[in-house]
């Protein structure tokens, strides 16, 4: 997965370098449009069974690299996660206000108490991750991030993945009926 991963990141990366600078240029001034706070122009997600048998998860993101000469340059950095039976959230795509909510305690979504209690529990116990992730999600569309664009919305798509069935959908949420957080 690793090697797939960074393969894919190093031709991204080399292919938005042959743009010629006013196509580099555009595609910065549409990445300031869409998301101001987000460092990446986009982020793209491998899962599955590693050669080691090991359900793995690698997320490559590309972002621009600071512009000194004039020129725009890109760049990639790969993470791996490996799953286990413990839980784990990946956040992931369009999420600031979740970011905001484990980085800023003052952040609207980290002073409210329902949050402020699943995050001491999370670590503590197992709780359920696809009611886990309807919600973050849920309170991510009604606190968004002070001075970003909201571009989280109703439908939530909530899937699972696993070394045996691979991705599966387990729900769609509309809007008004999403889950509270499990604490």
């Excluded at 590693?50 to 359900?55: E, H, M, N, Q, T």
């Excluded at 512009?67 to 795509?93: C, K, M, Q, T, W």
């Excluded at 952040?107 to 696809?130: G, M, N, Y």
């Excluded at 992730?133 to 001075?147: F, H, Q, S, T, V």
Aim: with cysteine; aromatic share 8%; hydrophobic share 40%.
């Amino acid at each position: 997965m690793n090697e797939l991963a960074n393969a894919f990141g190093k031709t991204i990366t080399q292919q938005l370098d042959k743009l010629s600078p006013a196509e580099q240029n555009q595609m910065l001034e549409l990445k300031a449009q869409l998301e101001a706070h987000a460092r990446q122009i986009f982020e793209c997600v491998f899962a599955g069974v590693d050669g080691d048998g090991a359900l793995k998860i690698e997320t490559v993101d590309v972002y621009p690299l600071d512009n000194l000469s004039g020129v725009p340059r890109f760049a990639y950095h790969s993470e791996e996660a490996v799953g286990s039976d413990s839980p784990r959230l990946i956040l992931s795509g369009q999420v600031v206000a979740l970011q905001s909510g484990f980085q800023d305690p003052q952040s609207p979504i980290a002073t409210l108490p329902e949050f402020r209690t699943w995050l001491v529990a999370f670590p503590q116990r197992h709780l359920d991750s696809a009611q886990t992730a309807e919600a973050l999600l849920a309170l991510a569309i009604k606190y968004p991030a002070l001075g970003g664009k909201q571009r989280l919305d109703y439908p939530i798509h909530i899937y699972v993945i696993n070394r045996n069935e691979g991705f599966r959908k387990l729900k769609t949420v509309r809007e008004g009926l999403a889950v509270a957080l499990p604490h």
